[in-house]
């Protein structure tokens, strides 16, 4: 039976032992170098009982790591997979079907209606409306005619586009975010687990006691009781065992954590910026308002959703949508022309009826001398019937109901620093910043704006946090030391990049994710410091001979009871409450 138990050891003990020391090899001392000196000792000494208990704690300690570690991040695969990757490019021959990566400076690349802009460049014919949300973040489409630059990976909404290449497919902005993500996944420094921090100090200790134990008695079996009372299941369960625990309350909550160093890392975070589009605001236009001049409101919406309807342009969705929403009537429109991207003009309801910009109206009517406007920071259509102005029409991206609560509760939580940063313009970013109480706040960004200001702060010493929803809040999800996704949508790429993702696209849920992080870390660390204290008070005794290898196997088995009865409390809210 002996034999047989030795041979159990051996067989399951080895391929720990050896992990071990290769780690050792490549400099890295973690918590289960006292692990394997036990291993080690009780197969010298012949006591094969405390070696397996040994070896059992941390096979069910790295099983428990495993299953909190997660799976790796897509994010740079996703965003390939998503670039342009044909164009048309134009010539003498009327043009041909060519892999972005043969485009040529100055190339003239005909984009159909529905394709991306295959590389930057600038429009040299025609004019249409471009969907740049995943570059900037922002909902409304891009209004471009000839003259005007245009970025790769914009989709042409409405009318095929001519553009004259001025950056190759390989230097055009959606391969700079391709990079950038590549670059922060791969410079990212790995966090320290909680148990090898710990063990940085109890290590050295043990195999100090270890060595005044000998030195006292020459007895090997006290030196192999100090070594398998010291293993530190402790180290290797208490963190594991919460951190799930702090997995399965997020996932009730709608948070979904990408792996366990993400609940340790979220807990530690003293700074967060926030962007603004789909993260602070709901991310789509919502017809905001209606300023009648000559006609009652209803009436102007009536007759501007009546032409509206069979247009596909977004902001023609926002107003017929918004009728229906009032229940108002369903007026059936003739004689409908569209510009596309400016405008559209018909009969409803027997009255001349035209919605479109500034521009459009008054090429329309030329004889038009004033159209009032206000409302700084809105987007603007407007509404004329029979000739005369009916009165604006006025969207904007509204605020996420909670999101003032939210910020507020980030300050209450002891975050130092809240910042907001965003590819909408500075004045508008201003104004919503203004209303949620952050005053640390910038526009105009781009994509690797938003990454190095994460680098700045990480380099000021701050542990940053990024909110984002979009491919162009990716390079900075990946390199802050916790990326926080919005993606109730399916924001795959941003969700790919991200650490931690909002499965409802609800910011409130941001600082729940933060106190469960908090809890966990705790917890973790209550479980760990109670842990090594009795198995500090236990190396004492049996260095001093009063504990057997057998019985202090035991008296770790019940200390790792303890430990993971603590840890399991992370899986409840405070006092059981969720």
């Known amino acids: 039976m002996?034999?047989?138990?030795?041979?159990?050891?051996?067989?399951?003990?080895?391929?720990l032992v050896w992990r071990t020391l290769v780690g050792m090899a490549h400099g890295e001392f973690a918590a289960d170098v006292v692990a394997s000196l036990a291993i080690i000792a009780a197969v010298a000494l012949g006591q094969p009982i405390p070696g397996l208990v040994v070896v059992l704690m941390q096979r069910g300690g790295e099983l428990l790591e495993r299953r909190a570690a997660g799976r790796a991040s897509r994010a740079v695969e996703l965003l390939e997979q998503s670039a342009p990757r044909t164009a048309h490019r134009l010539g003498s021959g009327g043009g041909a079907d060519v892999n972005v990566d043969e485009l040529l400076l100055d190339d003239l690349v005909l984009v159909r209606p529905g394709a991306l802009i295959p590389a930057d460049g600038v429009v040299e014919a025609g004019s249409s409306h471009l969907d740049t949300a995943s570059l900037t973040g922002e909902p409304v489409p891009a209004r471009v005619q000839p003259g005007d630059q245009v970025a790769s990976g914009s989709i042409n909404q409405e009318s095929p586009l001519t553009v004259r290449i001025t950056a190759l497919a390989s230097e055009s902005q959606y391969a700079r975010i391709v990079a950038l993500v590549r670059s922060a996944e791969a410079s990212k420094a790995p966090i320290q687990r909680l148990a090898d921090r710990a063990a940085v100090w109890f290590t050295p200790l043990t195999l100090l006691v270890a060595a005044v134990a000998w030195l006292m008695s020459g007895d090997p079996l006290r030196v192999l009781s100090v070594l398998?009372?010291?293993?530190?299941?402790?180290?290797?369960?208490?963190?594991?065992?919460?951190?799930?625990?702090?997995?399965?309350r997020a996932a009730r909550h709608g948070i979904l954590f990408r792996d366990g160093g993400a609940v340790e890392r979220i807990g530690e975070v003293d700074a967060v910026i926030l962007d603004k589009t789909g993260t602070l605001t709901e991310g789509m236009p919502t017809l905001l308002d209606i300023r009648p001049l000559s006609l009652p409101?209803?009436?102007?919406l009536t007759l501007a959703a009546a032409i509206e309807r069979g247009s596909g342009h977004l902001l023609a969705r926002t107003v017929v949508s918004a009728a229906d929403h009032r229940g108002l009537p369903r007026l059936i429109p003739t004689d409908v022309r569209e510009t596309a991207g400016r405008g559209v003009r018909g009969i409803a309801g027997g009255r001349d009826v035209a919605v479109g910009s500034l521009a459009y109206v008054r090429?329309?009517?030329?004889?038009?001398?004033?159209?009032p406007v206000d409302g700084v920071g809105a987007v603007h259509a407007h509404v004329m019937v029979d000739g005369q102005p009916g009165g604006p029409l006025v969207w904007a991206d509204q605020l996420r109901p909670g999101a003032a609560e939210?910020?507020?509760?980030?300050?209450?939580?002891?975050?130092?620093?809240?910042a907001l940063r965003s590819g909408d313009s500075g004045e508008n970013s201003r104004i919503l910043a203004k209303s949620v109480g952050i005053t640390d706040v910038a526009g105009d960004q781009r994509p690797e704006d938003k990454a190095q200001e994460v680098e700045r702060l990480e380099a000021e010493g701050h542990r940053v946090l990024m909110v984002g929803d979009g491919t162009n809040d990716a390079p900075a999800l990946a390199t802050a030391r916790v990326g926080v996704a919005l993606a109730a949508q399916g924001a795959g790429i941003s969700a790919e990049a991200a650490d931690v993702v909002l499965l409802r696209d609800d910011i409130a849920l941001l600082p729940l994710a933060i106190r469960i992080g908090r809890r966990t870390l705790r917890i973790a660390k209550q479980s760990i410091g109670v842990g090594l204290g009795l198995s500090g008070a236990a190396m004492i005794a049996a260095a001093l001979g009063y504990v057997p290898p057998i019985a202090g196997a035991l008296y770790q088995e019940a200390v790792d009871v303890a430990v993971i009865l603590n840890a399991v409390r992370a899986s409840r809210g405070p006092h059981g409450a969720e």
Do not use: H, K, S, Y
Request: charged fraction near 15%; proline fraction near 8%; aromatic fraction near 4%.
């Open 228 to 248: 398998v009372v010291a293993t530190p299941c402790p180290l290797i369960l208490a963190t594991p065992v919460a951190v799930i625990g702090g997995l399965n």
């Open 297 to 300: 409101a209803d009436e102007v």
């Open 2 to 15: 002996q034999w047989l138990l030795m041979g159990l050891l051996v067989g399951l003990g080895a391929p």
């Open 363 to 371: 090429a329309e009517f030329p004889d038009l001398t004033e159209l």
């Open 406 to 418: 939210a910020v507020t509760e980030l300050r209450q939580l002891g975050v130092e620093r809240v």
